[in-house]
């Protein structure tokens, strides 16, 4: 591959909010997965594990947490004082532009905190620090598989629910 190449593959990425229902082949959600195995991690922790989520049953289940969400942080949002600034616009973003219920498949990425003690000792005792490196490794591999998804010709959606109660 070449620098072109890869440019292309950027460019053609898109973050996509409603979906064909059509069923995603084994093969491809393998493929998926497997480039994101190799994405960086820090101190190679891959600090991964990978739920692939095909009864449309679980997946609408998922999307009511996701819903609940939104709606919690619309609620949120609603209790900013002048002095923090603008909201943050929420109203109608999950009802309106994100339908996740017919996406044939959900890969769920969990991050494995049972990685962090492996790490060495200046990052595993600083919270912070311990959180980022971890964090970093995951938005690799989220990254991966949406490159992984363009060039098989699928649409992703990246939708992070890190550090919140219905995580």
Avoid at 122 to 139: E, H, I, P, T, W
Wanted: proline share 7%; glycine share 4%; with cysteine.
């Amino acid at each position: 591959m070449n620098y072109d190449s890869l440019l292309a593959l950027v460019k053609k990425r898109r973050s996509i909010r409603r979906f064909k229902p059509d069923p995603i082949p084994a093969e491809s959600i393998d493929k998926i997965i497997e480039v994101a195995r190799f994405a960086p991690s820090g101190f190679n922790m891959q600090p991964w594990d990978f739920v692939v989520v095909q009864k449309p049953a679980l997946r609408d289940k998922i999307v009511e947490y996701i819903k609940a969400y939104w709606a919690e942080s619309k609620q949120m949002e609603s209790t900013r004082e002048s002095w923090q600034g603008k909201p943050w616009k929420t109203s109608g973003v999950i009802d309106a532009k994100m339908d996740f219920t017919t996406a044939p498949v959900f890969i769920i990425l969990l991050g494995d905190p049972r990685t962090k003690p492996g790490l060495p000792m200046g990052l595993r005792y600083n919270k912070d620090r311990c959180q980022m490196v971890f964090s970093a490794g995951l938005s690799s591999a989220f990254l991966y598989m949406h490159l992984a998804a363009t060039t098989l010709g699928l649409a992703s959606q990246w939708v992070s629910a890190i550090s919140t109660p219905f995580a």
